[in-house]
């Protein structure tokens, strides 16, 4: 395991995009784990403070104030913790449903596999988007019918891409060998085929985070996402949207923020992917 983590952090190394990509990441998660120390006002950023509202950027507030008077830095700061506890526990439901879905899809050859294929394609069937903004309008707006609404968006990938790579690795020889042998159906699937298709299931979980953030801050620009006074990023960007061109600090904070996170993990999961699968190397590269 060691020498595994070792091996892909010189290859990240080596790979200045993936490299780019982690470094956004970890300065993410220290910047969400660090946030009342980096913090240059971490006990206002839901107070109303109106002597102070729409402040340009200053030495006292580096990304100016909003609506509320409130330091939109602070905001970002902890609005990053909320971003990645949606895609984090998003991400997790989706692939702790998505994975035994296709293993098992994958594995046998019925009714059971073809039920289970149908109910993710009538899910893939409806743009993701759609689906997630009509569920989390059903449910109404709070962290945990985001996470929901997410959850139930995006397991079918997980399913599909399982499904695939189950149905390919039942034909190599060290599966058929083990059935052969008399392996149970669930010893094939977890010791031989899951972590041979583990390369994969990485690639798009850590691809399928940035898409996840990006979702989970439309739902909090149209309303959907947490309630105010929550310093989320998608609900500050929609608080933005009455006071430009003038206030153009508010919005550009955490719309720079949403991009740098969502191009953080995409150029990661690249760097993943070529690492894990050659085959798959981007062109021009050597």
Known sequence: MLETTRFLLRKLASDRTAALGALIITLLVVVA???????????????????????????????????????VYSRLLFG?????????????????????????????????????????DIFLAVPQIVLAIAIAQTLGPSIENVILA????????????????TRSALNDTYVEASIALGASPWRVMILHVLPNISSSVIVRTTI???????????LGF???????????????????????PEAWWYATAPGLAIFLVVMGFNLLGDGLRDILDPRTRRSGDG
Do not use: C, K, Q
Not at 51 to 58: A, C, K, N, T
Not at 90 to 101: H, K, N, T
Not at 208 to 218: E, K, N, S
Not at 222 to 244: K, V, Y
């Open 80 to 120: 990053a913790r909320i971003t990645i506890a949606i895609a984090v526990i998003a991400i997790g439901a989706s692939v702790l449903v998505g994975i035994p879905v296709g293993l098992v899809a994958g594995y046998y050859r019925n009714w059971v596999s073809d039920a289970l294929m149908r109910i993710s």
């Open 222 to 244: 149209l309303g959907l996402g947490p309630p105010a006074p929550s310093p989320e990023w998608g609900r500050t960007i929609a608080e933005s949207r009455e006071f430009l």
């Open 208 to 218: 399928g985070m940035g898409g996840t953030i990006l979702t989970a801050a439309v």
């Open 150 to 165: 997410l959850s139930a968006t995006y397991w079918p990938f997980w399913a599909r891409l399982v499904y695939a790579e």
């Open 33 to 71: 784990i660090a946030a009342p120390v980096l913090s240059t006002h971490p006990g206002d950023v839901t107070e109303f403070h109106p002597p102070e509202r729409l402040l340009p950027p200053s030495g006292d507030h580096f990304f100016g104030t909003d609506r509320m008077g409130a330091d």
